[in-house]
């Protein structure tokens, strides 16, 4: 019969996976968008070096196979079930996962949120990788280490609506005359996060400042195109493009010399931190805003008035990295 | 929904090889799949047998099923209807634009019902009215119903629902008991009712076997389809106001991809995706096989590319398994 089979594997596939975790004290669910993404696989790795430097936890590694929030429900449902101690998570949906992680809530979960947040009433405090002042000033000091002398830098943004972008160059513009003054911002174009947008801006930028010495990018579509355009117009050494970028597209651009260094966030600090927050909230630390919490070696964070902190400026990827995290995200 | 008499006694519900006897009965079958299953998981995590655990799984197939037990009918009447995550995604729209005039709740369920009640009514009338195919109007319909989700949001969110609406979705009639699940089981009670003792239940098994068989018999082919398309989307709609109620918020991506799982269950629960046999009881224990399947699997953290393989399995075994059977018969006979 084939039931039979079916019950074979059943049992099969039970007994393998009731064999396979060892009773550890705490369990911590990460819980991501979905698996398959070499970014959170990357988080996990984080996840699982921050569980061996505590001891005594295991972390459980899960997401849907699709990025849905209906997907990421049933999990977390799941997880209640288990009495994980704590459940942290990259959200697909900032509104639709509330009720089911204050369910877990009202169970006596922990939860947090990292990367992409939960509203602020599904969640105990939420993890942003990075903030709106840290960008700026790791866009800026991107271009500045390497132009000892200062010189003309551009700024080639996506969309002029784009929020995130706004905010980033509004702060890299306040932070220039106080830590920067030997760099002058010339222009400030929008490439849409269009490739051939970014292109002609890029090339408008190079023709209509001859000194110039940088093209800042802060998006990763943008970055490629400027580098591509570095590249094909043999400006390599005059020219360094730099800003945010994802190592795995933009490996060949550092390879070559149009870039010294770019940067962006790091999934596998992103991971590590989320472990140590809820070990610590699992400890009894309370969550409210002011409060501070150690994320071990990534450093400290304390929390604002929406319980959500920032965990570090930009990782850089330079040469001697950029060919490790290529092969992650 | 476990008495599996019925089946054999009242109408020829398969077209092949009737399988005689209550011990090979669909149904039966499946609730020993079911049993079996239920006490694998049992053994294999010990978090499974708890109320509230099992209450909490109940919630992943819920909505589900409810549309299930409506395209169970329309499967066997031989249509198949496509679009009914999409009706979900429009129908939780709707109540979302209502919420920013601020209607209330008993306004909001009212509209979420409806819409799923006229895109049914659409549905039916391009079948039953203009001739089209249903497979290729209802892929036609599941791009439009949401891509209308999609102009009206975009890449925001309605939510804000009124207190008072998180019952429908998140709410209990009864300890562990969710509101959602026993309406599942009422909803479960009226169709095997409507399928299995009324003469409409009848003429849609006629209309799946020889829909001009039927025609001549007097059936009104086009107005059974066409109540059939309605009734899908009207449990449609009632999905989408529980879905909604328990994500307590819309976003045009919601129920992405449920119109498959919805077919997999109506297949699973043995009804002829050809059309022209099947039975509601074996929706119904399908619901629970595939709702145990992944809640199980899930406790044990299994990963959801695991899980789908599984699933995949189990509907080809599901399906193949009739097809054997009736061969081994038929070569035994000879």
Known sequence: ?329 | MTDTAHEARHIPDRLDSPLRGAVFSWPTLLLIVGVVLFIVNSLASPYFLSPWSLSDATFNFTEKAIIALAMALLIISGEIDLSVASIIALASTAMGVALQFGVGVPGLVTIGILTGLLCGFFNGFLVTGLGLPSIVVTIGTMSFFRGISYIVLGDQAFKGYPAGFDYFGQGYVWWVVSFEFALFLIFALLYYVLLHHTNFGRQVFTIGNNPVAARFSGVRVERVKFILFCLTGLMSGIAAVLLTSRLASTRPSIAVGWELEVVTMVVLGGVSILGGSGTIQGVVIAAFIMGLVTFGLGLLNVPGIVMSIFIGALLICVIALPIIWSRTRRRAAR
């Open chain 1, 1 to 329: 019969m084939k039931f039979l089979k079916t019950l074979a594997l059943t049992t099969a596939l039970a007994a393998t996976m009731l064999a396979a975790p060892a009773m550890a004290a705490e369990k911590i669910a990460l819980v991501v968008k979905s698996l398959g993404n070499g970014f959170f696989d990357a988080a996990a790795k984080g996840a699982e070096n921050a569980a061996k430097e505590i001891g005594g936890i295991e972390v459980i590694y899960t997401g849907p196979t699709s990025a849905t929030a209906e997907g990421q429900i049933e999990i977390v449902n799941s997880l209640i079930a288990q009495n994980v101690n704590a459940i942290a998570i990259s959200s697909n949906d900032p509104d639709a996962l509330v009720p089911v992680l204050k369910k877990a809530m009202d169970r006596g979960i922990k939860v947090i949120s990292w990367d992409s947040g939960v509203a602020a009433e599904g969640r105990q405090l939420h993890l942003n990788p990075s903030d709106t002042n840290l960008i700026g000033e790791t866009i800026i000091k991107l271009a500045a280490d390497y132009l000892p002398e200062g010189g003309d830098v551009a700024i080639l943004s996506a969309s002029s609506t784009a929020t995130n972008q706004n905010a980033w160059i509004e702060a890299a513009k306040k932070i220039l005359p106080e830590k920067f003054p030997k760099i002058n911002l010339v222009s400030v174009v929008y490439g849409d996060d269009d490739s051939v947008k970014s292109t002609n801006e890029a090339k408008g930028l190079i023709s209509s400042y001859p000194n110039l010495k940088a093209i800042i990018a802060p998006t990763t579509v943008g970055v490629v195109a400027a580098a591509q355009v570095v590249t094909d117009g043999n400006l390599i050494g005059k020219v360094n493009v730099t800003g945010l970028a994802l190592p795995s597209e933009f490996k060949q651009f550092i390879d070559n010399g149009s870039s010294q260094a770019v940067a962006l966030w790091n999934p596998i600090d992103l991971g590590y931190s989320a472990v140590y927050l809820s070990h610590q909230l699992i400890g009894g630390t309370e969550a409210k805003p002011g409060a501070k919490f150690s994320i071990g070696k990534v450093g400290e964070i304390t929390l604002d008035d929406t319980n959500s902190a920032a965990m570090a400026a930009p990782f850089t990827f330079d040469k001697s990295n950029i060919e490790e995290f290529s092969k992650i995200y």
